[in-house]
């Protein structure tokens, strides 16, 4: 390949990768949790990993069905998420609900699938799998022994199904350990409506969760005596993460601004903000109206209100998000903080709301090369 560019030599690679090795999708033995624990699960040393599913079930034996299902849905149940590689670094770190979201952007898919609708109806649902009647994921209002059961995908690298490999994490490996660590909430269910648990009343024993792995990877073969390892896709990381919870500074028709990560090109923002326990404050007058992404204090690079954010987010997904559930998507035209320096987003809740304890989680999704020196988002 003398004379190519490395970025040449890199889509050979890749091509002759996909074209040419199996892609496997391996199941990890099942491991057990526990309420209000982390459960880490270590990954197989095997392939260029691409993404991991994750299969959760949380059992609990309801004496007094809940109320309601909460705006996160089942998601609540997972606060935070994370992929954290040989070094110690972590390339996904989130939440459940922010990952789906994430993932429905991605995969111009529904977001939460018939998590919400059931969340509005208020409907039962209990799936058999290989039927028509199959829900994900499965939720109930009912009494008795029930499992909340869901799956999550977990990105390794930036996208798998438009052929981008960057982020693709090499596993072949003797020694070390690549983790899956996934956090599950202490409880379920609250005694009033608040979106950061499954559900609004409810009296409940919980049970013993389980989590299973399935791992996908390409298995590369040899084409003429080369292993077709494209080095700038193994080189790059493709981060989740940078996640946070913020409380302060967040004022009716005022910019709430949060820093983005540096010397990383950002193509997505994932953003929920909670106003009295609930997305939104349960209502478009109590939620945020007005988003803008600023470079070195005073150049605008996106800037919309509430009312335009919806169609864009509409003509994407085809639906509605939650209340009080945004994204920002850069993915045609990445934000390099490299280039701009300093860059901010600014979310601005709506100039009449009513305020109750408000707080916002965002989580970026941008690309870096491997070992550069890096700093978190500033809140």
């Not at 935070?80 to 952007?105: H, P």
């Not at 981008?164 to 003797?174: K, S, T």
């Not at 209100?305 to 993915?331: H, I, P």
Request: hydrophobic share 45%; net charge negative; with cysteine.
């Amino acid at each position: 390949m003398a004379g190519m560019t490395p970025e040449e030599q890199n889509l050979i690679m890749r091509k002759m990768l996909m074209a040419n090795s199996p892609l496997v999708l391996k199941k990890l033995p099942t491991v057990s949790g526990s309420y209000g624990g982390t459960s880490r699960i270590k990954l197989f040393n095997t392939g260029l990993i691409t993404r991991l599913f994750l299969d959760i079930s949380l059992p609990y034996n309801a004496s007094v069905a809940p109320t309601a299902i909460s705006g996160k849905s089942v998601f609540a149940a997972i606060p935070k998420v994370q992929l954290i590689d040989f070094d110690g670094s972590n390339r996904i770190n989130t939440s459940a609900y922010l990952l789906e979201m994430r993932n429905a952007v991605r995969n111009y898919c529904n977001f939460g699938g018939g998590a919400f609708l059931q969340s509005l109806s208020g409907i039962t649902s209990t799936a058999v799998g290989g039927s028509n009647a199959f829900v994900h994921p499965q939720i109930s209002l009912a009494t008795g022994a029930q499992t909340l059961r869901f799956m999550l995908e977990v990105p390794v690298c930036a996208d798998l199904r438009n052929g981008d490999l960057r982020g693709m994490l090499p596993a072949q490996f003797v020694a070390g350990e690549i983790q899956v660590a996934v956090d599950i909430a202490a409880l379920l269910n609250n005694a009033t409506a608040n979106d950061d648990f499954v559900f609004t009343a409810g009296t409940m024993t919980l049970g013993t969760p389980t989590i299973t792995v399935y791992q996908e990877y390409y298995s590369p073969q040899p084409i003429n005596g080369v292993v077709p390892i494209p080095a700038m896709d193994t080189s790059t990381i493709y981060e989740l993460g940078i996640y946070t919870r913020t409380t302060d500074n967040i004022a009716a028709g005022q910019e709430k601004l949060i820093n983005f990560p540096i010397v990383r090109e950002v193509s997505g923002v994932y953003i929920d903000f909670i106003n009295n326990a609930r997305l939104g404050g349960a209502s478009i007058a109590n939620d945020l109206n007005f988003f803008t992404v600023y470079a070195n204090g005073n150049n605008v690079l996106y800037q919309c209100d509430g009312f335009a954010q919806d169609y864009f987010e509409r003509t994407l997904l085809d639906t509605d998000t939650q209340q009080g559930t945004n994204f920002l998507n850069f993915a045609s035209g990445p934000i390099s903080t490299a280039i701009f320096g300093n860059v901010q987003l600014a979310l601005t809740p709506n100039a009449a709301a009513v305020l109750t304890n408000p707080a916002v989680e965002v989580c970026f999704e941008s690309l870096y090369a491997k070992g550069a020196a890096l700093g978190g988002a500033t809140v």
